[in-house]
């Protein structure tokens, strides 16, 4: 990306421009269709039959009814309507720190929102399972069989809801958290999830609206890592859709669209499926195609988990590294036997990162996750560039505050409690921006002056 005095900037983080900023494939699409026609869906047009059959056609058979709409949002709000109209069921299970989207219906079932706004935000209506991390959850690496312990959780609300005389409508989970730190669900977790949920009239989401499109690499859908016998009964798509353009899908059954249908209720929707817009999809899955960008996916992805990993043997800070193809998350710690996070540290890096001319975010419950979530052209010199100048800032910051590194295994009593006090403070303002002010006042003496 260039800003407007042409510095240019590496993009480690925009999955909206999934085949790439600007791609003249896409564009050209766009263009052509746009100088023909452009108007709503109720006027038939053969790109959106053309695009529904090429889409469909990526996903399990079942799976075979779209509804084409505008946003992320706005597929995820039109999942929920099917699923409650299926069974009349009102009740949703979500997991802790999920992030569905912006409109009302989505940040009541959105605990990363909803817990901003206090203890009593939560609707009777909605149940908040754990979230199925390996790393930080209540179930870790070393259990036997955390799959099945977490699913136990969902069951266990699911007959708590019962006993209260409620009724589940859905179960709804990004298919890999983004928002709640970069989460991969542990293999056979969405199937027992699933079995539960349906055997309590309920349905499942998969929510792919940020991990989509061959993101992963060896499958074009997240939620395929769960293995083949497993299959979402409502599948929502949004950002990577359009390659910038505002599209976006919900895809369901059959049987789960005649029950929608059946309500009397007319569903329409402007702008979804406009031939534009559909000419835009139909280019976007394309290039995924031509350009190999699954297959690169899976090259550059393990690439980029190799040289992070070897950052973690190197560097105290760096506490986990996961991730599937280009969807990568580092989990930064202050003790990695602990696993305390490290919020400031996180933050400071991506601000420095800024100044170094490359893009990266920091997400999760504690704000202390690096997210990779390039586009899909990310190259394997673009993987060696950033994590070369993560290792550079990461020793940088080790040094400058006496952590042990690599090659220093002694510490300065002293300067670790001024570490400590330094960073706590900044823990009980966890919010962006005054962490902002706060950190960077501090860290401009600190690595200016020292202690």
């Known amino acids: 990306m260039f800003d407007e005095k042409g510095e240019k900037y590496l993009d480690c983080i925009n999955n909206v421009a999934h085949v790439g900023h600007s791609h003249p494939y896409v564009i050209k699409a766009a263009t052509k269709q746009m100088e023909l026609l452009n108007t709503n869906s109720r006027f038939l047009h053969d790109n959106l039959v053309q695009y529904a059959q090429r889409l469909t056609a990526t996903l399990p058979e079942k799976l075979s009814v779209c509804y084409f709409v505008n946003s992320g949002s706005e597929a995820n709000d039109l999942a929920l309507r099917l699923a409650r109209q299926y069974h009349g069921h009102q009740d949703v299970i979500t997991l802790e720190n999920a992030y569905h989207g912006h409109v009302t219906s989505l940040i009541d079932i959105s605990p990363y929102k909803f817990n901003q706004l206090g203890k009593d935000s939560k609707k009777e209506f909605v149940h908040v399972a754990p979230s199925p991390d390996i790393y930080r959850g209540k179930y870790r690496e070393d259990h036997p069989d955390p799959a099945s312990a977490y699913a136990e959780e969902v069951k266990k609300i699911i007959e708590e809801t019962q006993k209260n005389g409620r009724k589940i409508a859905a179960f709804i989970a990004e298919s890999m958290q983004s928002c709640g730190g970069q989460v991969i669900p542990p293999v056979g977790y969405f199937q027992k999830v699933a079995e539960y949920v349906r055997a309590a009239g309920g349905v499942f989401i998969a929510d792919e609206v940020q991990v989509?499109?061959?993101?992963?690499?060896?499958?074009?859908?997240?939620?395929?890592?769960?293995?083949?016998?497993?299959?979402?009964?409502?599948?929502?798509?949004?950002?990577?859709?359009?390659?910038?353009?505002?599209?976006?899908?919900?895809?369901?059954?059959?049987?789960?669209?005649?029950?929608?249908?059946?309500?009397?209720?007319?569903?329409?929707?402007?702008?979804?499926?406009?031939?534009?817009?559909?000419?835009?999809?139909?280019?976007?899955?394309?290039?995924?195609?031509?350009?190999?960008?699954?297959?690169?996916?899976?090259?550059?992805?393990?690439?980029?988990?190799?040289?992070?990993?070897?950052?973690?043997?190197?560097?105290?800070?760096?506490?986990?590294?996961?991730?599937?193809?280009?969807?990568?998350?580092?989990?930064?710690?202050?003790?990695?036997?602990?696993?305390?996070?490290?919020?400031?540290?996180?933050?400071?890096?991506?601000?420095?990162?800024?100044?170094?001319?490359?893009?990266?975010?920091?997400?999760?419950?504690?704000?202390?996750?690096?997210?990779?979530?390039?586009?899909?052209?990310?190259?394997?010199?673009?993987?060696?560039?950033?994590?070369?100048?993560?290792?550079?800032?990461?020793?940088?910051?080790?040094?400058?505050?006496?952590?042990?590194?690599?090659?220093?295994?002694?510490?300065?009593?002293?300067?670790?409690?001024?570490?400590?006090?330094?960073?706590?403070?900044?823990?009980?303002?966890?919010?962006?921006?005054?962490?902002?002010?706060?950190?960077?006042?501090?860290?401009?003496?600190?690595?200016?002056?020292?202690?």
């Open 212 to 451: 989509g499109f061959g993101r992963v690499g060896k499958h074009f859908w997240a939620f395929q890592l769960q293995g083949e016998d497993f299959v979402p009964d409502i599948v929502t798509m949004g950002k990577p859709i359009g390659n910038g353009h505002p599209m976006s899908c919900v895809v369901t059954t059959r049987e789960i669209a005649e029950s929608f249908g059946a309500s009397g209720l007319e569903y329409f929707n402007t702008f979804g499926g406009n031939p534009v817009s559909c000419a835009i999809g139909l280019a976007v899955l394309e290039v995924i195609e031509k350009e190999d960008l699954q297959g690169n996916a899976t090259r550059v992805g393990n690439y980029l988990l190799e040289l992070l990993a070897e950052q973690k043997e190197k560097h105290p800070l760096v506490g986990d590294i996961r991730g599937v193809g280009l969807f990568v998350g580092v989990d930064l710690v202050k003790d990695q036997q602990k696993r305390t996070p490290a919020t400031a540290e996180a933050l400071h890096l991506i601000y420095k990162l800024k100044e170094h001319q490359i893009l990266l975010s920091a997400d999760g419950p504690h704000r202390n996750i690096l997210k990779f979530k390039p586009p899909m052209c990310f190259t394997m010199e673009d993987a060696k560039h950033v994590v070369e100048t993560i290792d550079a800032l990461l020793t940088e910051m080790e040094e400058a505050t006496g952590m042990k590194t690599e090659n220093n295994a002694s510490t300065n009593a002293q300067c670790k409690r001024k570490v400590g006090f330094e960073f706590f403070f900044l823990n009980s303002y966890s919010d962006r921006c005054l962490a902002k002010q706060v950190y960077i006042t501090l860290v401009e003496h600190t690595f200016i002056f020292g202690w």
